[in-house]
């Protein structure tokens, strides 16, 4: 009986401590230096390098794509989560922003003319 009570006591404090706070998105595994293929045009001009990389820098409840290459940064981003994935809030075909631990791919357009693409790893 003392043994049920102890293992009774140890899964209530298992669930206390395992709470849906403990997601993904609120975590900072997404947060970091992403490399591969960036993009940007903004009608006028073309940026385009294989090379490139995104920094995501999370800030509050928002995040911060800052780009090489002198590329605009996207900021402000809000997301949800998805299991291991964030997607951003209201992503429609042209404001598509997914991030993983391990991938961060971004299609975005903003204003008629601002394109920023990204299809990067880490």
Known sequence: MLG????MLFASSWMISCS???SPADSDVFVGRYEGFVSYSNGESNTTDENGYVQVVKVG?????LFSNGIPDLTGVQ???DGEVLINIGATETQLIRVTANSLQIAYAENGNDVWTANCTR
């Open 61 to 65: 409840e928002h995040y911060n794509f």
């Open 20 to 22: 849906d706070d403990d």
């Open 4 to 7: 049920l009570l102890f293992a």
């Open 79 to 81: 997301f949800e989560s």
